[in-house]
C-alpha cells in the first residue's frame, strides 16, 4: 500500500491519462481507418457511375466500351496503376471486357450483384497486396430486350494503409507530448495542491517542537476547517492543563485551613473528635468541588447535545426542589438545537445557571436561543433582585466565592465561566427585561 497521497494522486492521474489517451487515440483510429474507407467508397461509385455513362449498348445486347484514351479516369488505362476494372454478364462470371490496366494481372473471381444492388468486398490476390472490389449491376433495354450486366471496379487498399500509417505515426507522437505535457501540468498542480498540507505539517511539527503554540498561516477554505478544529483541540489541551494546575492550587490552598485547625487544635477529646468530623468533611467537599472543577472536558469532538431536552429535564428537577415557589419556567430553545459539548459539562453549566435562576426569582424564568454568526447563546432571564454591576466581575472571578465549605447544587459560575471559556465560549451577566438577572451563555460552534 503506497503510504503517500502525493504518490496516491499521481500514479492515478497517470493512469487516468494513459486510459484517456489510449482510449481517444484507438477511436481516432478506427474513425480515420472507416472515413479512409469511406472515402474510397465514394471515390469508387463515382468512377463506376462514369464507366457506365461512357459505355453504350448495341441493338444485338453487345457492350461497347470506351477506347483507353476515352476511358473516364486514366489509371484505368496504366498497367499496375492500381486501380481496375471488368465487366461480366450474367449469370456468367467471366470477364466480357477488362480495363487496360488489368491485362497484366489475373482477373479476380467475381461475385454475382443483382440490377441496382452496390456490393464491396475486402480481399487478397495471389500477389499478396489487400484489394477492394465493388460490384454494381445494372442493365440496359434496347428494341431486342434487356440486358444485363455487372461492372466490377477493382482498386489497391495500400495508398490508404500507407496513410493511415502515417496517421497513427503522428497520431500517437502527439498524443504521446501532449501526456507528457499532461503529466507535468498534473505533477504541478499536485504539488501546489498539497502545498498547504505539507506547510500544515511543518507548523505541527513546529507545535512539537514547541517552538509555536498554533497553526497561523492562511489555508484554502478546506484544510481551513481542519486547523481550525486543531487550534480549537490545542486551545482546549491547554486549558485543561490550566484549570488541573489551578485546581491542584486550589485545593492546596482550600486545605491549608482545615489542616492549620487540625493540627493546632487543643480541644478536649470530645472537642477533637467533632473537630476532626467538620474538618474532615469539609476537605472531602473542596476534594469533591475541586475534581469536578479540574475535570471539565471542553472536548470539541463531543457527541452532540438536544439542548431543549437537557433543559427540560434540568427544569423538571428544580421544579421540585423549587416546588414551594411556583416558579413559571417558559422554554423557548428551539428543538433542533444541538451543541457539540459534553454532556456533563452542559448539565453542570445549565443546572448552576437554572439553580440560580430558581433560587433568586419571584414568579417566572425565560429560556431562549438564537445563533449569532459562528456562536450558539443561550439566555436565561428571571424576575428577581438581579445582580449589581459592581459585582459582576467580582463573582466571575476564579476562586471567589462566599463560602468554599458550604455545599450548594452547582459549582459556582466562576467555574461555569471557566467550563465555557474551555468551549471557546463567553458567559455574560446583566440586566433582563422582566427586571432581574440575564445570563447569556455563548458556545463557540465554529
Avoid at 312 to 332: D, G, M, Q, T
Amino acid at each position: 500500500m503506497i503510504n503517500s497521497l502525493y504518490l496516491r494522486l499521481n500514479l492515478t492521474a497517470i493512469l487516468v491519462i494513459c486510459v484517456f489517451l489510449a482510449a481517444t487515440a484507438t477511436v481516432l483510429d478506427n474513425a480515420y481507418w472507416e472515413g479512409s474507407k469511406l472515402a474510397l467508397r465514394e471515390r469508387m461509385l463515382g468512377m463506376i457511375y462514369q464507366l457506365l455513362t461512357a459505355s453504350q449498348i448495341t441493338e444485338q445486347g453487345q457492350l461497347l466500351m470506351p477506347l483507353p484514351t476515352d476511358l473516364p479516369a486514366p489509371q484505368l488505362a496504366l498497367p499496375k496503376s492500381g486501380w481496375y476494372a471488368f465487366v461480366s454478364h450474367p449469370p456468367d462470371t467471366q470477364p466480357i471486357w477488362r480495363s487496360p490496366s488489368l491485362i497484366p494481372l489475373a482477373t479476380p473471381e467475381a461475385f454475382p450483384v443483382s440490377v441496382g444492388e452496390k456490393h464491396w468486398q475486402e480481399l487478397h490476390l495471389a500477389d499478396g497486396k489487400a484489394y477492394y472490389l465493388l460490384g454494381f449491376g445494372f442493365q440496359r433495354t434496347v428494341k431486342s430486350g434487356i440486358y444485363p450486366f455487372n461492372f466490377y471496379l477493382l482498386t489497391e487498399l495500400a495508398p490508404i494503409e500507407n496513410d493511415l500509417r502515417v496517421f497513427r505515426q503522428q497520431l500517437w507522437s502527439g498524443l504521446a507530448g501532449a501526456a507528457i505535457l499532461l503529466l507535468t501540468v498534473q505533477t504541478w498542480l499536485m504539488r501546489w495542491g498539497l502545498r498547504p498540507l505539507r506547510q500544515v505539517g511543518k507548523e505541527l511539527s513546529a507545535i512539537e517542537d514547541g517552538t509555536a503554540t498554533q497553526i497561523t498561516g492562511y489555508y484554502p477554505y478546506e484544510v481551513k476547517k481542519l486547523t481550525d478544529r486543531i487550534n480549537i483541540l490545542l486551545e482546549q489541551e491547554r486549558a485543561r492543563q490550566t484549570r488541573y494546575r489551578n485546581a491542584l492550587a486550589d485545593l492546596a490552598h482550600s486545605l491549608k485551613t482545615p489542616l492549620a485547625v487540625l493540627l493546632t487544635g487543643n480541644e478536649t477529646h470530645e472537642e477533637l473528635t467533632q473537630t476532626v468530623h467538620e474538618q474532615a468533611t469539609r476537605m472531602l467537599r473542596i476534594v469533591e468541588r475541586q475534581l469536578q472543577r479540574a475535570g471539565a472536558s471542553g472536548s470539541a469532538i463531543a457527541p452532540p447535545v438536544a439542548v431543549a431536552q437537557l433543559c427540560e429535564r434540568i427544569i423538571a428537577s428544580l421544579n421540585k426542589v423549587y416546588r414551594w415557589k411556583n416558579i413559571h419556567v417558559h422554554c423557548h430553545i428551539d428543538p433542533a438545537l444541538h451543541l457539540r459539548i459534553d454532556e456533563a459539562d452542559l448539565i453542570e453549566i445549565l443546572g448552576n445557571v437554572l439553580d440560580n435562576a430558581f433560587k433568586w426569582s419571584q414568579s417566572q424564568i425565560v429560556l431562549s436561543s438564537h445563533k449569532h454568526g459562528s456562536f450558539v447563546v443561550l439566555k436565561i432571564d428571571d424576575d428577581g433582585p438581579g445582580i449589581l454591576k459592581e459585582d459582576i466581575h467580582r463573582i466571575l472571578m476564579r476562586g471567589v466565592r462566599a463560602d468554599e465549605s458550604t455545599p450548594g447544587h452547582g459549582i459556582g459560575l466562576s467555574v461555569v465561566a471557566e467550563i465555557i471559556d474551555a468551549y471557546q465560549g463567553e458567559l455574560n451577566i446583566g440586566v433582563s427585561e422582566l427586571g432581574g438577572a440575564l445570563v447569556e451563555l455563548k458556545f463557540n460552534e465554529g
